[in-house]
């Protein structure tokens, strides 16, 4: 069975204070991993998708990097409207169904 | 632009009274996807359609169906609401093919459900 293992649960930064969320996972033979940035009362917004190690894509201030055990959404100089919960997923084997983490809720201080 | 749109965003309904969701989208996406997510926890999977093929979640209760008319709309129908089910509802489709978007899912924006 797959698992995805988001940290820390919870992050308070300063703005401009970078940071990384992490996104552990152990799946057989992993398809994609997803990071998805959620509002409060909002569904969750499609970031990035990584497919295999060493892959990086960056929107922003945003960074998302794979490796084979994994994955770290970096976050430079970040702004208060940074602040909402980040969500990772994973697909693996023959199936098209993420498993999600529980998510980082991320808190950025004027 | 090209999107996945949820009505109601806000539903109330009385403990045991039926209650209809529904969720269209303009992605011409082959799959779409029902989800539960209450206050700080992951989405949970109810079913999803992969074009007219419906599967479902071992766990999901049998108060809760699906129906899939055409390629753009999905209903969700709970046909007894209990306390238990208000939550988030979220629909979410996805283009199932070779190539670089394959298994990304797209949100809408979500139906509040609360039950009294």
């Known amino acids: 069975e797959d698992q995805v293992t988001q940290s820390p649960e919870a992050l308070r930064l300063q703005e401009g204070e970078s940071s990384s969320l992490n996104c552990s996972y152990t799946?057989?033979?992993?398809?994609?991993l997803f990071w998805y940035r959620q509002d409060p009362g909002k569904g969750p917004e499609f970031l990035f998708t990584?497919?295999?190690a060493g892959e990086e894509k960056e929107k922003e201030r945003l960074k998302a990097t794979l490796t084979k055990k994994e994955s770290f959404l970096h976050i430079t100089a970040p702004k208060p409207e940074d602040s909402a919960t980040y969500l990772c997923?994973?697909?693996?084997?023959?199936?098209?169904?993420?498993?999600f983490g529980r998510g980082t809720s991320l808190i950025v201080h004027p | 632009d090209a999107m996945v749109i949820q009505n109601p965003r806000y539903q109330v309904t009385q403990f045991g009274k039926p209650v209809t969701l529904s969720c269209s989208q303009t992605?011409?996406?082959?799959?779409m996807y029902w989800y539960q997510q209450k206050s700080s926890q992951a989405p949970k999977l109810l079913f999803h359609?992969?074009?007219?093929?419906?599967?479902n979640e071992a766990d999901t209760p049998d108060n809760f169906q699906s129906r899939r008319p055409n390629t753009s709309f999905c209903f969700l129908d709970i046909r007894s609401p209990g306390l238990g089910d208000a939550a988030m509802y979220l629909c979410?489709?996805?283009?199932?093919?070779?190539?670089?978007?394959?298994?990304?899912?797209?949100f809408g924006p979500g139906t509040r459900l609360t039950v009294l």
């Open positions: 979410a489709t996805s283009q199932l093919e070779q190539g670089e978007d394959t298994d990304t899912q797209y």
């Open positions: 799946v057989s033979g992993l398809r994609g």
């Open positions: 990584l497919y295999s």
């Open positions: 997923a994973v697909t693996s084997g023959g199936s098209y169904i993420p498993t």
């Open positions: 992605l011409n996406h082959n799959v």
């Open positions: 359609y992969y074009d007219k093929d419906f599967n």
